[in-house]
């Protein structure tokens, strides 16, 4: 590392890290990042960093695995600073999975890896800041099943507080949408996958916040197509009808776009799709409408629908199609939902850089602090090469 970066790397290390209590974090802050952003080095835990390093292997990792930090001390300065430097248009909601060998580090449970096959696994929730310059995360969250959450001594064992209790992932959201916004932080817009938006309470969540959404939802969500009238509560259930037949039935109004994917190289894509409004109109939103929400009228959103093939058939729809229900004003310019809703693809870069190069699925530790410490970590070194790939002499926060 040069004296340049080295002092780059210092600055950036005394603001992220201001609120540590001691000097001594900070200075192994600094180590760990160096450690992470090492390049040659395959594996980025604690004994090889330490070694490449030249640094005591047990001080290296009793900061990241023992030491008394909050991670949470940390994500608003660093979620502050990524802010800062990518002035996001979206805020992407996703979760994570960090394949594990055993039951007993923390919050490791058979379960769904993402969209892929059970496997045993812990799941991070993270936000991300996404904008012309770049992407990066902002905060981390790991889920904790209800089976760790009920088991006392597996808790103890894994440093896991005890005012915590199980949350579902989109109260894990909310939650660290309010505790960054006490730094004055809310998203300019969400995104997030279908997981996140089939949950009405999330929706709502964002709503009675005032965060605009714009969120994947499965094509068998029950809507209403709006005809310009307010619709009560419980007014035209017989005409209720499925999110995939309104897209067929406005597939001839689809128009052709251009986006990339960094799931495919980047390389340009192109996708035919159509917005078109309608009313929510599953038992949740007519129950929360008949009790006095939203003037006891049905939402009405916009339904922003991709067909990946022109000639695609209702055959092979599961493909063809992704769905999204947004609550963005009427007059948005169809080009302007179509290049919000594909930037959320870009946090894959995200992932592919932190697997690859900054060692985000190595750490071995099997505690509560220890996971947050180093995905934290992680993301600040994840940053700190975004600052040195836009600018080399990126603003602090104040």
Known sequence: MTAELSADLGEFVQDVFKYLVFDSQRVWAGTYLRGLMLTGLKRKSVQPMAAALGVPEQNLGHFVGVSSWDAWE????????????????????????????????????????????????????????????????????????????????????????????HRTKPELALEMLDEVAVAGLHPPLVLADSLYGQN??????????????????????????????????????????????????????????????????????????????????GTTTRKAAAAGRNGGH???????????????????????????LTDLPTDTPLRVLVRRATSRWEIETDYKDMNQHLGLGHYEGRTWPGFHHHVTLVSAAHLFCLEQRLNPKAPATT
């Open 74 to 165: 940390v994500t608003p300065r660093l979620a502050a600073r990524t802010v800062r430097v990518l002035e996001p248009t979206v805020w992407v909601l996703d979760d994570h999975p960090f394949l594990r060998t055993g039951p007993k580090i923390v919050c490791a449970k058979k379960q769904y890896a993402g969209n892929g096959p059970v496997k045993l696994c812990q799941v991070g929730v993270s936000w991300h800041a996404v904008s012309s310059k770049g992407s990066s995360p902002l905060a981390w969250r790991l889920f904790m099943p209800e089976a760790w959450a009920q088991d006392p001594a597996r808790r103890a064992v894994a440093r896991i507080p005890p005012h915590l209790e």
């Open 200 to 281: 009405v309470a999330f929706r709502q969540g964002l709503s009675d916040r005032g965060i605009p959404w714009l969120l994947a939802i499965p094509g068998n969500t029950t809507l209403l197509p709006a005809d310009g009238k307010p619709v009560t509560a419980w007014a035209r259930e017989d005409a209720q009808i499925t999110a995939y037949e309104i897209a067929c039935s406005v597939r001839y109004r689809a128009r052709r776009f251009r986006y990339r994917e960094p799931t495919h190289g980047h390389r340009a894509r192109y996708g035919w799709f159509t917005a078109v409004r309608v009313h929510v109109a």
């Open 298 to 324: 049905l939402p009405e959103l916009t339904l922003l629908v991709q067909w990946k093939h022109k000639r695609a058939t209702n055959a092979d729809h599961a493909e063809a199609f992704r769905i999204w």
